[in-house]
């Protein structure tokens, strides 16, 4: 799987837009682009996942760049409960075999 | 729908004795993961089962640590015997065949060992 990297930390004001980077250079064709959030004391939640075109869903926003080396995920107006650990995550789709490597992800906070 | 459950939510024990965790995951969810998290880290897969076989224990300290999944549907992580490197959260989750990599994550179970 891809390797990703991504800023440790990220202050983003509440109401604005949040756009959290994740560079996978190394990405291969196959190998998709996963968002995962961590809020403090849960476990982690899906939020969106891409292959190559932009998504929306009613989460989050994801922009992969044309040549997929790196992506962003957009949370369009951000409120407190979006303070979480923001992960990446690339992988191919392996039925059979669907291990998530989490890194350590950025850690995004709200401010009021 | 009901979400991914486990407990005990959280569990303190000293060093050299067992523990074991329960996990109940989403109705109709073939695959089950627990996976483990030290502080300040992301989650690390212990162990995968779609139904009630083992998909991927790679990286479960065998020495340890076992889990198993009865009848398909709940699980149970134990630690036998537990070290003080053992302290952790450990994340139940689990995901349909059609959405594999949408997993659904439980609250997980805080472990400390002393």
């Known amino acids: 799987d891809a390797k990703t990297t991504q800023p440790p930390s990220m202050d983003c004001a509440e109401g604005r837009a949040a756009n959290l980077p994740c560079n996978h250079s190394?990405?291969?064709?196959?190998?998709?682009v996963y968002w995962y959030r961590q809020i403090h004391s849960q476990g982690p939640q899906y939020i969106i996942h891409?292959?190559?075109n932009n998504e929306t869903n009613e989460m989050a926003s994801l922009i992969i760049t044309e040549d997929r080396k790196s992506s962003t995920l957009i949370l369009p107006h951000a409120t407190l409960r979006d303070t979480a650990v923001y992960y990446c995550?690339?992988?191919?789709?392996?039925?059979?075999?669907?291990?998530?490597?989490f890194g350590t992800g950025t850690r995004l906070t709200i401010i009021p | 729908e009901a979400g991914v459950a486990q407990s005990p939510r959280y569990k303190i024990i000293e060093k050299r004795q067992s523990v074991a965790f329960w996990c109940n995951p989403i109705?109709?969810?073939?695959?089950l993961y627990w996976y483990q998290q030290i502080l300040g880290q992301g989650p690390k897969l212990l162990i995968q089962?779609?139904?009630?076989?083992?998909?991927?224990d790679s990286q479960l300290p065998k020495d340890r640590f076992s889990a198993e999944r009865l009848k398909g549907v709940d699980s149970t992580l134990k630690i036998q015997p537990a070290k003080l490197e053992d302290s952790a959260v450990y994340l139940c989750?689990?995901?349909?065949?059609?959405?594999?990599?949408?997993?659904?994550f439980g609250p997980g179970t805080r472990l400390t060992v002393t």
């Open positions: 891409g292959l190559k």
């Open positions: 190394t990405i291969s064709g196959n190998e998709y």
């Open positions: 995550i690339v992988r191919a789709r392996d039925f059979g075999n669907e291990k998530l490597t």
């Open positions: 109705s109709g969810h073939a695959t």
């Open positions: 989750a689990s995901s349909s065949g059609t959405s594999p990599y949408e997993q659904y």
């Open positions: 089962f779609q139904n009630n076989g083992v998909v991927d």
